[in-house]
């Protein structure tokens, strides 16, 4: 079965760092990109960016281009989002999810979230 | 670059169709024919119900459908029934290898 498996919810303050994870199973990781997306609650769904873990290939939207940083660890299966300074307007819902092969725009597994909470 | 427009609601009666539209411009939806639709219940993930426009994965009923003219994309959802009622959002190809979303449409069935 693909999986999927998020890090668990944060609270951090303003100005702090954070890294959150997600562990692909069930598929060759290397084989997929992997995308980050973040949901603002009562919101819409916005791509923060894809790393494809074969090379570590990366792509930014232009929004969020210097404002996080995506990285894998292809020996653990883990791709992770992470800031150096966060902000209140970072908190939000994100997602991971899975690219389907040789696809373009379809992701067809999800990880179960992360709330990130960023709150003085 | 903006997001992509959908209506923040639509609703229909049990048995009913609806149509939910996406609308982009010619660098998104109008330039590819790489549209998706992602069904979202309150509290649960995303998951895929259309992609390619019109193609449904394994397990998705026929009842979900996809369609595209120009920079518009639409999901049609015929029968419906009360499990249908969730949170839809579109997304498609931007260039790049990153996608853009629609701001979602919240789903009511009556």
């Known amino acids: 079965e693909v999986l999927l498996v998020q890090s668990g919810g944060e609270v951090k303050k303003p100005g702090e760092s954070l890294k959150i994870s997600c562990k692909g199973s069930g598929y060759t990781f290397s084989g997929y990109w992997v995308a980050w997306v973040r949901q603002v609650p009562g919101k819409g769904l916005e791509s923060l960016g894809i790393i494809y873990p074969g090379d570590s290939d990366t792509r930014y939207s232009p929004s969020f281009r210097g404002q996080v940083t995506i990285s894998v660890d292809k020996s653990t299966n883990t791709a992770y989002l992470q800031w150096t300074k966060l902000k209140a307007s970072d908190t939000a819902i994100y997602y991971c999810?899975?690219?389907?092969?040789?696809?373009?725009?379809?992701?067809?597994?999800w990880g179960q979230g992360t709330q990130v909470t960023v709150s003085s | 670059q903006s997001a992509l427009t959908q209506p923040r609601s639509a609703s229909g009666s049990l048995g009913q169709s609806v149509t939910i539209s996406c609308t982009g411009t010619d660098d998104d939806i109008g330039g590819y024919d790489y549209v998706s639709w992602y069904q979202q219940y309150p509290g649960k993930a995303p998951q895929l119900i259309i992609y390619?426009?019109?193609k449904r994965p394994s397990g998705v009923p026929a009842r979900f459908s996809g369609s595209k003219s120009g920079t518009t994309a639409s999901l049609t959802v015929s029968g419906l029934q009360a499990d249908d009622e969730a949170a839809y959002f579109c997304?498609?190809?931007?260039?790049?290898?990153?996608?853009?979303f629609g701001g979602g449409t919240k789903l009511t069935v009556l």
């Open positions: 997304s498609s190809y931007a260039g790049s290898q990153i996608e853009r």
């Open positions: 999810a899975r690219r389907g092969y040789e696809k373009l725009a379809v992701l067809d597994r």
């Open positions: 390619d426009i019109n």
